[in-house]
């Protein structure tokens, strides 16, 4: 997988009861020696799968959720800054 940019985002990811701001890529490229597209119907019950032959480009929130869900398969969790240790500041008009 490659990544470019940066980006920060508020995440919540699972059994943690807060969420932390966690370091994102903004593009990711993603390869492998067997990539499937599944397109679902769900009208007819089909779900349709075709085999790409390149790699995948993701940008925005999908490279985001892509870099999120390639940490779980590498039995990883995303680890950030929780949102508790945040300073808060009033500001009056």
Known sequence: ???????YRLEKCGSKNERE?????????????????AVLDPLDFKI????????LKFTGSG???????M???????SRGTPFWEFKYEIEDD
């Open 1 to 7: 997988m490659r990544e470019e940019g940066t980006v």
């Open 21 to 37: 701001l966690v370091k994102r890529p903004y593009r990711v490229v993603v390869d492998g020696d067997y990539i499937l597209r």
């Open 48 to 55: 349709k799968l075709k085999r790409l032959r390149k790699p």
């Open 63 to 69: 490279a985001y959720g892509v870099s999120h869900e």
């Open 71 to 77: 940490e779980h398969l590498e039995g990883r969790e």
